[in-house]
């Protein structure tokens, strides 16, 4: 059985997923980043088209800033958003 994580979802990211944040649990064999991202990808095709170009999303696990190969571990909370320009 999964972990239940929660996913919040920033910008174009929350807009196209179609939710701020949602609670899901995910499959064991999902450990890093870029596998949450697959599996997320193949949710449906609101997911497929918010994670269409995952290298330009940034990520976080329990607030702090990770790289997608990283493990996720026992995150209670992973986020997305797009990355952030300054001015």
């Not at 919040?8 to 980043?33: C, H, K, N, Q, S």
């Not at 290298?55 to 952030?84: D, K, L, W, Y």
């Amino acid at each position: 059985m999964g972990q239940k994580v929660k996913f919040v979802y920033f910008a174009w990211v929350r807009e196209r997923v179609g939710v701020p944040d949602e609670i899901l649990e995910i499959p064991d064999d999902a450990t890093t980043g870029a596998e949450i991202i697959a599996w997320l990808k193949a949710r449906g095709d609101n997911y497929a088209m918010a994670f269409d170009d995952a290298h330009a999303i940034r990520m976080a696990v329990n607030q702090e800033h990770v790289e997608p190969s990283e493990p996720i571990g026992t995150a209670r909370e992973i986020a997305f958003f797009p990355p952030m320009t300054g001015g």
